[in-house]
């Protein structure tokens, strides 16, 4: 039976939305091995409307890892290879001339989509990865003055390699905290990687998940519920303050000279709250705040150099705030 038919009745229901997105896991799972905190950190950001940047060497299935997400979810997606001579315009899209009309229309970038993966984004010159902005945070692309609208649900999910910086251009700190979270994909543990071989031995194509059984078992109008159950967990006042908490004391650490905005702070609160409701409770308590602090906050606070030259990472220094920082009763 298809899921997505069965669910159809169901579709507005929080219940069922919940249950899909559960199900996304083992979905995931059949064509992408050992990732969970990576598919969970997709699904936050569905829920909560925001972009992902992925951050890992080559060949973790980062590129798959979308696919799968977007199969499984039913939804469109696309791939953009970033190059040094990437434009805008092949991003975003531009205007052709019609010789049959002797009219300019407009030719739809890869943008438009419902899960763009934006691959090797730190490879392209600035300009170019500034094109993303406007998409990213108003949803729409202005070309010649005119704005379209993006198609909903809509997905950035950038990645970067974090080993070769030859020839590639850092994202300003400005573009970081418009993604609502940096997720790492680690290689894989060495049963998981028995896996993959025992797979690919087996005949795996990850060129074709249908084959390899993945199916849709959530779409658009489960989402939809999700995110309207969300809105709706209880935030107690103490629970904003702990947010509040964590994020000044970033501010004022010695080991870093840029700490958490107060848009960082608001993004913590609302990736909180999805997680909070996907593990089936409607109020966040202090875990969920914990759970999401590090992909929430690693790529919105800048290292000190002497702390970077000690070792010291974005991450170590966050566990630390959590560690320091009262925990609401």
Not at 30 to 41: C, E, H, L, R
Not at 180 to 203: N, S
Request: overall charge negative.
């Amino acid at each position: 039976m298809d899921p997505t038919t069965d669910n159809a009745g169901n579709a507005g229901d929080p219940g069922s939305a919940r249950a899909s997105l559960e199900a996304l896991r083992a979905e995931i799972a059949k064509a992408v091995v050992g990732q969970d905190p990576a598919v969970t950190g997709l699904v936050v950001a569905l829920l909560c409307r925001g972009h992902v940047l992925l951050e890992g060497v080559p060949g973790v299935a980062k590129t798959l890892l979308v696919r799968a997400l977007a199969s499984a979810l039913e939804l469109e997606t696309k791939r953009v290879q970033f190059t040094p001579d990437l434009m805008p315009s092949d991003i975003t899209g531009s205007l052709v001339y019609d010789t049959r009309t002797a009219e300019f229309s407009f030719q739809h970038g890869p943008v438009f989509t419902n899960l763009l993966l934006a691959d090797e984004i730190n490879r392209t010159p600035p300009k170019t990865q500034s094109s993303l902005l406007e998409a990213m945070e108003e949803r729409q692309v202005t070309v010649d003055g005119t704005p379209r609208p993006l198609p909903e649900p809509f997905l950035v999910a950038a990645t970067q390699n974090p080993v070769e910086y030859e020839g590639t251009y850092p994202l300003p700190e400005a573009q970081l905290d418009r993604f609502l979270l940096k997720l790492t994909i680690p290689l894989p543990a060495r049963q998981d990687e028995i896996d993959v071989l025992t797979r690919h031995a087996a005949g795996f194509d990850p060129r074709d998940l249908r084959a390899a059984g993945v199916r849709p078992v959530a779409g658009p109008a489960d989402l939809e519920a999700a995110r309207a159950a969300v809105t709706k967990t209880t935030v107690s006042p103490e629970i904003t303050a702990y947010v509040v908490d964590i994020c000044r004391a970033t501010r004022e650490s010695p080991s870093l000279a840029l700490g958490v905005s107060p848009r960082g702070a608001t993004a913590l609160l609302a990736t909180a709250r999805a997680w909070a409701w996907l593990t089936g409770r409607d109020y966040v308590i202090p875990d969920d705040v914990k759970a999401l602090a590090l992909p929430t906050l690693r790529h919105r606070v800048q290292l000190r150099p002497e702390a970077e030259m000690e070792g010291v990472t974005a991450d170590s220094v966050i566990n630390a705030i959590l560690a320091h920082v009262p925990v609401p009763r």
